[in-house]
């Protein structure tokens, strides 16, 4: 029975009642596996619900930190295309996950522009810094799915 009403406790009790109820039912280890995988995802899908918008918050505004400290080092014409990506990503107060994710993927542009920026300029502080803000974010991911991807599907 689903009593706590947050998302995360939802799929959390979703996961229970299929590990429970279901699984048993499946007459093969085949379709057993499948379940399994789909449990699999319904907890990654847990933990990502509980703390999505605030992660990519998070690294938004170090993302546009970052693209403004590389956009004050390199030479004028980097500079504009850095601050082109950054005046696209304008982060409003919006909390709803579509408008927070399209700021997130507008500020991996501005990311992606200051990092280049800083590479040809040889800037060896500044990539690593972005270098460091890219492993966070694939470091991040790898621990949501916690090595449970769905092989084959």
Known sequence: ?????????????LQVEVER??????????SKMRVQMLLAV?????????HEIAWMTEETAEII???????????????????????ATHVDDSLHLDDVAATYSRAGFAL????????DAYLNDLVLRGEALLRARVTREQEIAGGSATTGR
Do not use: F, H, W
């Not at 029975?1 to 009790?13: A, E, F, V």
């Not at 590389?70 to 504009?80: I, L, P």
């Open 1 to 13: 029975m689903i009593i706590r009403p947050s998302t995360p406790q939802i799929l959390r009790d």
């Open 21 to 30: 109820e279901i699984l048993p039912l499946m007459p093969d280890a085949v």
């Open 42 to 50: 319904l907890g990654n899908c847990a933990v990502r619900s509980a």
């Open 65 to 87: 930190d970052y693209a403004r400290e590389v956009s004050d080092a390199v030479g004028a014409e980097a500079s504009r295309l850095i601050k082109v990506r950054l005046e």
């Open 112 to 119: 992606s522009a200051a990092l280049d920026a800083a590479m």
